[in-house]
């Protein structure tokens, strides 16, 4: 089963520009994608995004970024609101993000666990799914 | 026979023997009076600077250095001038550089740069004065200084550069261009000592 989730916190622009630091780099450049590795943070707007590792797809036949790939446990963060989880897939064309595997959604004192959130950043809504608990602090604001 | 001198045929030739060699003599000597005067002193025109500069310092002008390094790739390199190495700095010296790196796999890269160091010992090629690469996958990095194996595909810059290609923009502290080691036949270029890199989706 799964619960729409709107995290207006996490709203964010996939039209900013993508700012990605790190410690390496290593592109391929036959097959048009490029690894960042070693304490990996992604800004784009308020959002912000860090995990050990990512691949960045390059727009097939184009330029630009299509998808990043996050793995090695993702923290995704906007503001006072997070999610976390084991890996996380952002498509930079569509504004969507898919965090898989222990998510954890956490705004202020509430939070909500799953195994799959789907997250439209432009819309600041998502759904999440796969063994949903959400723990509701009464009386902490939303 | 020799009595009859007085028809008109004999009295013209009489007159044409004398008057023809006349003419002759005439078109001879003008001949010299209108042609180009020559002057033996002016030497063929050759630049003096060139010469005694050359005997000063022995180089060569657009030299070509060609190699195939083991893992295949072709790696051809040009310089307008070369000079060998004088005194302590015996590695030959060159200016003006152009290298092109073919790999096996179809990509190449190209180089300029402006001054260019031959070690031979070390199997290196330094490329100083400020380097320029691009890739056939679009990537242009401009970098200080830059060291090209001539054995082996690699290609390394340790000053900070900017690069940009079909990612965005990218700045970091250095840059390497090598085969990778667990997929032999790609290439990667590397790029460490903090890397950022922007991408801007309006663009």
């Known amino acids: ?142 | 026979m020799a009595a009859r001198h007085d028809n008109l045929h004999s009295r013209l030739v009489a007159w044409l023997k004398v008057i023809l060699p006349l003419a002759a003599l005439v078109v001879l000597s003008t001949l010299f009076l209108v042609s180009r005067t020559i002057d033996p002193s002016d030497a063929i025109p050759l630049a003096g600077v060139d010469v005694e500069d050359r005997a000063r310092e022995p180089r060569m002008t657009a030299p070509t250095w060609a190699g195939l390094t083991d893992d295949g790739a072709a790696l051809t390199v040009t310089a307008a001038e070369a000079r060998p190495g004088q005194g302590g700095d015996s590695a030959p010296s060159a200016t003006g550089l152009r290298a092109r790196l073919e790999t096996p796999d179809g990509s190449a890269a190209d180089l300029v740069a402006a001054t260019g160091r031959l070690d031979d010992a070390a199997r290196l090629l330094h490329l100083g004065g400020g380097v320029v690469i691009d890739t056939t996958s679009g990537y242009h990095i401009t970098s200080d200084a830059m060291t090209a194996s001539l054995d082996q595909t690699d290609v390394k810059s340790d000053t900070a550069l900017a690069a940009t290609g079909p990612l965005g923009q990218i700045e970091a502290g250095s840059m390497r261009l090598t085969e990778s080691p667990d997929k032999p036949g790609t290439y990667l270029l590397g790029f460490g000592g903090n890397v950022k890199l922007i991408y801007d989706p309006k663009q």
């Not at chain 1, 450049?29 to 860090?50: C, D, H, L, S, Y």
């Not at chain 1, 330029?63 to 609101?81: D, Q």
């Not at chain 1, 997070?82 to 569509?94: D, K, L, P, Q």
């Open chain 1, 1 to 142: 089963q799964g619960t729409d989730v709107a995290f207006a916190g996490l709203k964010g622009d996939s039209s900013a520009p993508v700012e990605i630091e790190s410690d390496k780099l290593e592109v391929n450049q036959a097959e048009g994608f490029a690894i960042f590795t070693g304490n990996v943070r992604v800004k784009q707007g308020p959002m912000r995004m860090a995990a050990p590792q990512m691949r960045v797809d390059q727009v097939a036949g184009g330029t630009g970024i299509e998808r990043i790939h996050a793995t090695g446990g993702v923290t995704l963060a906007n503001g006072a609101e997070a999610a976390e989880s084991r890996e996380a897939t952002y498509t930079v064309s569509t504004g969507e993000i898919v965090m898989t595997t222990d998510v954890l959604l956490t705004q202020g004192a509430n939070t909500i666990a799953g195994q799959r959130l789907v997250f439209d950043i432009d819309s600041g809504t998502g759904r999440m799914e796969g063994r949903v608990q959400t723990v509701y602090k009464p009386g902490s604001g939303q």
